[in-house]
Each structure stands twice: as structure tokens, then as C-alpha cells.
């Protein structure tokens, strides 16, 4: 038998560290891409599709919609529904699986469902904690949460509250993980908010949110948004009353908007426009919150913002009257349609187009009644009719709430296109010159 001769074994021992460097380089790049692939936070919306005592589930749609829209854009999302026949393993599915950038799926999938069945919301609790069971998709590092959304507070399956309870209870204790489980109840009937309660205080939820309308369900699902630390915010129900004074987060600082001055967030920023019509210089007051590309100057995103304007030296839509029963798109205007602000590549359309008046209860500002009008407007695909012009297209699943507050004397229009947390509180508490 032939000996190894030096060479070959060195030759040996060099391809021998070779093929343990690059499976550890292939080891390293799998980790890096798990890292990548990982989120830090993965919410799962689980939504009650049998039919609501007053018959409405648009609302529940878009305000879903909205709370994907403005989740964090490397948060992972997902969408289940319940409703049905109790037994039936089809009383309950995931519709959307869980992934990045799955806000427009999810909105167009939520809005897609016909509420049919009864509210199997044991089932559909349960399965949701299974979403999370596997080790792909990835689970958030720092939270995983299940939003419940239901206009139901009681199962309608035969088992009793308290079985079904510690059904849940264990599911959540065998899932590995610590789920932060959200309960929203839309229009929930009276009698049936203390067995919600119940199972969330068996699951060691926070208490559940009741939301009174639309406005207030938007608004609580906004809330749940994560916030940077990655801390569970508390939730209370907002208030529908105008007069209500605002709960401060941050410090506040006067600000002065030409006739009258706010108590605003001092995270709020302010830019005057020169007055041309002699009634006093206008104002845009920008909002911290997430930014969205603007199409047509990339160099300045579009921001959350608030339009403080006198007679219409910054709104050119407010000729010299304003109508009530008009959302500004429909007031007298130069140019075609609009463009939508929850989504600058769309375009907006007025009543005609499916815009609906949601509220119309009187607001003040500095004690001066005010008309108040709040609009839920749809967003549109273009559709290019010429060179440089464009119309309605087909109808999305986006849209954006607005909000309008007018005062003849001074004529006076604040316009609010981004549901800004207590403006309506901040201008009620203001104070004229």
C-alpha cells in the first residue's frame, strides 16, 4: 500500500478548512436572511363576519383597512375571519397570511367578505392562536399581537362562557409565546360586553374597548398601531363629545393661527401663508406621524396635516360659499379630480363617486358654533384621458376621512384630512383675539 506523501495531506487539510469555511459562511448567510426575514412586531386582525344587529359592516371594513394602512411598514400583517355554522370547520379562515406590505390585500379582502352565519368567535380565537403556533411565517421579536374585532361579545355555539374560556386560556398558555390579545367591540349589544369582559380578563387581556360609531372604532384601531418602544398602549373608548378636553401626551404650547390661538402638542409645526384677500394670513399645521411618497415631488413626502385657512387664500375649492352638503372635492374648483391623500397615486371622487356625510353634530371653536361636517370619501384608480389629464378610474378599497369646520364670521375653514388625535377638543378649548 502506497503512504500519503506530505503534499497530499496538506492538499487534503487545505480542501478539508475549505469546505468548513464556506459551510459556515452558507451558515451565516442563512442566519442573516432568518434576521432579515424576522419582524419585530406581527398582528393578526380577526374579524367577526356574521351579520351585526344593525346590519353594518362597512365600518368595521374600512377601519381595519385604515389600521393596516398605517401600521409600520416593516410590520408583518395578516387577516382571519369567523362566522358561520358551529361545527363547521369552515366557520373560521385565515384570508390574508402573514407577511410584510399587506395592507392593500388585506383591505381588499376585508371589504370582499358577506357577512353571513353566527358569530363562531371561540373558533375563530382559537385558530388564530394556532397562526401563530408554527415557526414559519416568522413570529415577531418584540410583540405578537391578535386584534379581535367583533360586533358580538358572546359565542353563538352551544358551550358555556366558562368552557370556552379555559378552552382559550389554554390554547394562549400552549402557544409558546406571549400573545398580546386586543379585544374591539364595535356596536356590541349591552347585554352581551360583561361575557366579553369576562374573556378577556380569563385571558389576561386589557379590558375591551366598546366603540360607540364608525368614528370611534377608526380612531381605537388607529390607536393600536405599535408604537416605536414596542409597549403595549393602553386603549380607552374615545369620547364622541365635542366639549371633551384632550388627554395631553405631550407638552403643549400656544399656537397662534391668525383670529384665534390652540394649546398644540409642541411636536406640532406650523407655516404661515401670506394673506392676498384681506382676511388674514392661512396656515398648514403639520402632524408627527408616518409620511407618505409624494408621486409628483419626491423630495417633499406628503406629512400628516391640518389646513387653517381665511376666506380661500389657502383652500382654492372655497369660493366665496361654502356648502354644508358638499365635501370640498365638490365645491366650485379650476381642476379635474383630486388627488387622495391616504394614497397620492390615487385620485378622489366626490357624492357622486360615493362619498358619504358621517357626522354632522354641531363642534365650537372658542366656544363660537361652527357647521361640522365629516365625510368618509372613497379612493380611485386614474384612468388617463389625456396628456397631462386624468379621471376616475375603477374604485379601490382606500379611502380617507374629512373633516370640516367652517365659521362664516371670520370666514373661516379648517380642514383636516388625517382624523388628527383631539383637534376637535384643541380647537373647542381655543381662544379668539
Not at 374560556?165 to 389554554?170: T, V
Not at 361654502?322 to 397620492?344: E, K, N, Q, T, W
Not at 384612468?383 to 376616475?392: E, H, R, V
Request: proline fraction near 9%; charged fraction near 25%; hydrophobic fraction near 35%.
Amino acid at each position: 500500500m502506497t503512504e500519503a506523501t506530505p503534499q497530499r495531506r496538506s492538499r487534503r487539510g487545505r480542501m478539508f478548512l475549505l469546505i468548513l469555511l464556506a459551510l459556515a459562511v452558507a451558515a451565516a448567510a442563512t442566519v442573516l436572511l432568518v434576521l432579515r426575514a424576522t419582524p419585530d412586531y406581527r398582528t393578526a386582525y380577526l374579524v367577526d363576519a356574521s351579520p351585526a344587529a344593525g346590519g353594518d359592516f362597512r365600518p368595521i371594513a374600512d377601519a381595519v383597512t385604515s389600521s393596516a394602512q398605517n401600521a409600520g411598514d416593516g410590520d408583518h400583517l395578516s387577516l382571519r375571519r369567523f362566522g358561520g355554522r358551529c361545527g363547521d370547520p369552515a366557520n373560521t379562515a385565515r384570508l390574508v397570511s402573514s407577511g410584510k406590505g399587506k395592507a392593500a390585500t388585506i383591505g381588499r379582502k376585508v371589504h370582499a367578505i358577506k357577512p353571513s352565519g353566527g358569530a363562531t368567535l371561540t373558533s375563530g380565537i382559537l385558530a388564530a392562536i394556532d397562526d401563530f403556533s408554527g415557526r414559519y411565517p416568522f413570529r415577531g421579536r418584540k410583540l405578537n399581537r391578535i386584534i379581535v374585532v367583533t360586533s358580538h361579545g358572546r359565542d353563538a355555539c352551544e358551550q358555556s362562557d366558562p368552557a370556552k374560556n379555559r378552552l382559550i386560556q389554554s390554547r394562549v398558555a400552549g402557544s409558546g409565546l406571549r400573545l398580546d390579545l386586543r379585544f374591539i367591540g364595535y356596536k356590541v349589544p349591552a347585554d352581551q360586553e360583561e361575557p366579553l369582559r369576562r374573556l378577556a380578563t380569563s385571558v389576561k387581556a386589557p379590558a375591551p374597548v366598546f366603540a360607540p360609531s364608525a368614528t370611534a372604532l377608526d380612531a381605537t384601531l388607529k390607536s393600536l398601531v405599535v408604537p416605536e418602544d414596542g409597549k403595549a398602549k393602553k386603549v380607552k373608548a374615545p369620547t364622541e363629545s365635542p366639549t371633551a378636553t384632550p388627554t395631553p401626551t405631550v407638552r403643549s404650547a400656544p399656537m397662534n393661527l391668525g383670529r384665534f390661538t390652540i394649546s398644540a402638542p409642541v411636536t406640532w409645526k406650523r407655516q404661515a401663508f401670506p394673506d392676498r384677500y384681506g382676511y388674514g394670513d392661512s396656515y398648514v399645521v403639520t402632524i408627527p406621524g408616518k409620511c407618505a411618497p409624494n408621486p409628483y415631488r419626491p423630495n417633499e413626502p406628503s406629512c400628516p396635516r391640518v389646513h387653517v385657512g381665511y376666506k380661500n387664500s389657502l383652500i382654492p375649492q372655497l369660493q366665496p360659499t361654502f356648502y354644508p352638503d358638499r365635501p370640498l372635492i365638490d365645491h366650485p374648483h379650476d381642476g379635474g379630480p383630486s388627488v387622495c391623500p391616504a394614497d397620492l397615486n390615487l385620485l378622489t371622487g366626490g357624492v357622486s363617486s360615493g362619498a358619504e356625510l358621517v357626522d354632522k353634530t354641531p363642534k365650537t371653536i372658542g366656544g363660537r358654533k361652527v357647521t361640522y361636517r365629516e365625510w368618509k370619501i372613497p379612493c380611485y384608480e386614474k384612468k388617463k384621458t389625456g396628456t397631462d389629464s386624468y379621471d376616475l378610474g375603477a374604485r379601490t378599497e382606500v379611502s380617507f376621512t374629512e373633516r370640516l369646520w367652517y365659521l362664516p364670521d371670520p370666514k373661516l375653514l379648517v380642514v383636516d384630512h388625517h382624523q388628527t388625535p383631539n383637534l376637535a377638543a384643541i380647537l373647542e378649548n381655543a381662544s379668539w383675539k
